[in-house]
């Protein structure tokens, strides 16, 4: 009963100090404005997606009806890939800022089209959209400074140690009531506009709990180096300091020395070489001859070495062989490629390790389903699905079939869920 009374009583006097109240509404503020930004921009990729899916499939069968041929139909049929957002992807943006969520393929080299427009080899970022778990990560330090740096030097500074020590009788329990009513105000600023909004948009209750329970954990750890500063004998300006140089460090210096690391380590693949790469082979192929390209693509496709020789100046068989033949000529960079994006992605998470703000933004980015990882999962739909799509084509393509609109009944179909 007194421990409820002394936190009632703290919450009272903590209510009329008007700086970290004010702090308090800020972030309140700061935090509804990153959910809101991050749910409209959710709300436009899924737009987006939606809007194009249905213009897709017209175009498609446009392309398929209007085709003389297989290979004709091959070469003008796009199909829409995409990488729908999660229900809690507006939480932490993540990858989905960085790399493709959507992408039109067709039968053609897979590899010039993933990487036509390369965009970034994800890695440890300093900075990122102005989404929850940017708050989090690296506003809430800087709001629990200012509300509980001077909670013990206030009183030391104004000589009231003793007065307090005489009318609570333990000053341990009560810095702990008051770090408590403390840590409870800004975990009411950081959580309430997370469920009400999240609530209010379908988020499902156990991604919440889960970002709850990160927004806990990042603000117990910050509060530990708070509390660890505000019990030495130094006036409020030094430790108000202290902890700013500490928040620079965790936040700013190890992140970008860590950046710096994981580029000099784990060396940067390019994208645009390995378009290059298989486009080169690709353009190569209208200048030797062709049974020399056949002989390659047969290497992986056994199955079709029977079929008849190329005679004629252009056979769509030989222009997908080649197609197909380029792709490979690029394989082990592409393999190298996403490679180095999961192997940068595992030295960022122990450097995480001792970065407080990425291991806020990592952890949460996995649980909205915008990490790495998920980005790497989608590529590899993208893959499997372009490889079901070639090898649909074939048996029309190498048997020489006559076209007929209707043979194409089971054409595969994209799944974001593969």
């Known amino acids: 009963m007194n421990a409820f009374k002394n936190f009632r009583r703290e919450a009272g006097l903590f209510l009329r100090s008007r700086t970290p109240i004010a702090a308090l509404g800020l972030l309140c503020i700061l935090v509804t404005i990153a959910v809101l930004l991050g749910q409209a921009e959710v709300l436009r990729q899924q737009a987006s997606i939606d809007r194009v899916q249905e213009l897709d499939s017209i175009e498609r069968e446009a392309a398929l009806a209007g085709a003389p041929d297989f290979g004709d139909a091959a070469y003008a049929a796009f199909f829409l890939t995409w990488n729908p957002p999660s229900d809690s992807a507006f939480l932490a943006m993540g990858q989905r800022d960085i790399s493709p969520w959507m992408l039109r393929v067709r039968a053609l080299a897979l590899e010039g089209q993933i990487h036509e427009t390369d965009n970034f ?14 708050v989090i990560a690296f506003l809430l330090p800087l709001f629990a400074i200012v509300v509980m740096y001077d909670m013990v030097s206030a009183e030391r500074d104004a000589g009231r140690i003793p007065l307090l020590a005489a009318s609570v009788g333990n000053v341990r329990k009560l810095w702990i009531i008051r770090a408590a009513v403390r840590m409870s105000g800004l975990l009411l600023a950081c959580l309430l506009p997370l469920w009400l909004i999240g609530i209010f948009i379908g988020t ?72 290059l790469l298989q486009r080169e082979s690709v353009n190569d192929a209208w200048d030797i001859p062709k049974a020399a390209t056949m002989e390659r693509f047969y290497v992986s496709h056994p199955e079709w070495a029977n079929t008849p020789p190329v005679t004629l100046p252009f056979h769509w068989k030989w222009f997908y062989a080649f197609q197909q033949v380029g792709d490979e000529s690029a394989a082990e960079l592409s393999s190298a490629y996403r490679a180095a994006i999961a192997q940068r992605d595992r030295l960022t998470g122990w450097i995480s390790l001792v970065s407080p703000p990425v291991a806020v933004q990592r952890v949460m980015q996995h649980v909205a389903g915008t990490d790495v990882q998920a980005s790497l999962a989608y590529d590899q739909r993208i893959r499997a699905f372009h490889e079901r799509l070639r090898r649909y084509y074939y048996p029309f393509l ?9 043979l194409l009944t089971d054409i595969p179909e994209f799944a974001s869920n593969e």
């Open 121 to 134: 080899n994800p890695e440890l970022s300093l900075t990122g959209r102005f989404d929850y778990a940017f």
């Open 204 to 275: 499902s209750a156990g991604s919440l709990l889960s970002v709850s329970l990160i927004v806990v954990a990042a603000l117990l750890v910050w509060s530990a180096f708070i509390l660890l500063f505000s019990f030495q004998s130094w006036s409020s300006p030094v430790i108000a300091t202290s902890l700013m140089g500490v928040w620079l460090m965790l936040a700013i210096i190890i992140p970008l020395g860590g950046k710096l690391l994981v580029d000099r380590v784990i060396p940067d693949v390019d994208g645009a070489q390995i378009s």
């Open 398 to 406: 190498f048997n020489e079939m006559p076209y007929r609109r209707e």
